[in-house]
């Protein structure tokens, strides 16, 4: 897997490509952005084609060293983590999930060893903002005087957090999520389906390849399309259906993905109400959001998507509210909206 096969970050890329090419890689990066965009992916490539014997600037994923790396047994190239389970180094709270002081001794001490055959020793410390204040100071030290042959990268969704100090001395790189037409396109290629599905499950992969490779696809089509009909011909003079369908819900492992589908769909029907249409996700009941549009105002719509959100919100922590009462709740708030 070449830099080429790395889908929506060419520009970023083609940074690094040419800090290698040129000899001019910094010693410290922080590669930003949201989470599952590919920051990390990209950052173990750029290890990798630090380090790659076969080619320059790029790496070909098939020599010892691309290997190597891959499964982590490239001594020069190591990974920290605040989840790490099984992390021997020290360098990892399991209860907090914070990088502490300890943890950037270790990379210390790592990147001080000379390697003897001469490699770019590369650390990521991905999750960059749980590093207390500890340990940024500590890992400060280094960013001052790095060791020769080093590049340190830091990953985070959040590099506001980390202290001006340790940011000023790191050559941000900013991940954007990748766009729903390159996914789209890319997962269609990919999975062999169609190109009304891969835009389905591109706009639900909140700009993510790796989110969108790992969906269940069945779920996300099909289940999603029989929620939202289902939902739909609840009646409001009826209480026990809607009572049951809140009980099927509510039971349903995915009552997270049940929600975000519901909420989506009314966020659909609201930008089409205001002339946004080519914005809306289920494009495969475009009829049905047309057939809404002409019934509901706006205002009744975005109410009824406030209300989705504050669900959302209640059955997760702190609140755990009970889950079946708040989708009868729900479900009876938005249908006697709708249905007057
Ligand atoms: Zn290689």
Redesign the pocket.
């Known amino acids: 897997m070449p830099f080429a096969d790395i889908i929506g970050h060419e520009r970023e890329i083609e940074v690094l490509k040419r800090g290698i090419l040129n000899n001019r890689v910094p010693h410290a990066f922080i590669f930003a952005g949201p989470s599952g965009v590919g920051k990390r992916t990209t950052a173990v490539a750029f290890a990798?084609a630090l380090?790659?014997?076969?080619?320059s600037g790029d790496?070909?994923?098939?020599?010892?060293?691309?290997?190597a790396i891959d499964n982590s047994l490239f001594v020069d190239v190591f990974l920290i983590e605040p989840k790490e389970p099984e992390y021997k180094g020290g360098a990892v709270d399991h209860v907090s999930g914070t990088i502490r002081e300890e943890d950037i001794t270790y990379i210390q001490q790592r990147l001080g060893y000379s390697s003897d055959k001469g490699n770019k020793k590369v650390s990521i410390i991905d999750g960059a903002d749980k590093m207390n204040r500890f340990a940024q100071n500590k890992l400060l030290k280094t960013l001052e005087e790095p060791p020769l042959n080093s590049v340190i990268i830091l990953i985070s969704a959040h590099y506001t957090s980390l202290i001006p100090t340790v940011l000023s001395r790191c050559r941000r790189i900013n991940f954007r999520p990748v766009r729903k037409d390159i996914i789209s396109q890319y997962i269609s290629d990919r999975l062999n389906i169609s190109s009304g599905d891969a835009d389905i499950i591109a706009s639900l992969s909140s700009g993510s390849i790796g989110t969108a490779l790992g969906m269940d696809r069945e779920w996300t089509l099909n289940g999603r399309k029989q929620l939202i009909e289902r939902f739909e011909r609840l009646s409001i003079k009826n209480g026990d259906d809607i009572l049951r369908f809140a009980e099927e819900v509510s039971k349903e492992e995915d009552i997270g993905d049940a929600l975000e589908f519901l909420k989506i769909w009314y966020r659909d029907i609201a930008l089409y109400l205001k002339g946004m249409g080519d914005m809306v996700i289920n494009l495969d009941m475009l009829p049905f959001i047309k057939k809404h549009a002409q019934v509901f105002s706006f205002e009744k719509v975005f109410t009824g998507f406030t209300a989705i959100i504050e669900a959302q919100k209640d059955i997760a922590p702190p609140r755990y509210a009970n889950k079946q009462l708040t989708m009868d709740n729900l479900f009876m708030k938005l249908l006697s909206q709708s249905q007057k």
């Not at 380090?51 to 080619?55: A, D, Y």
Request: hydrophobic share 20%; net charge negative; with cysteine.
């Open positions: 990798k380090n790659c014997n076969r080619l790496f070909c994923d098939e020599c010892p060293d691309c290997l």
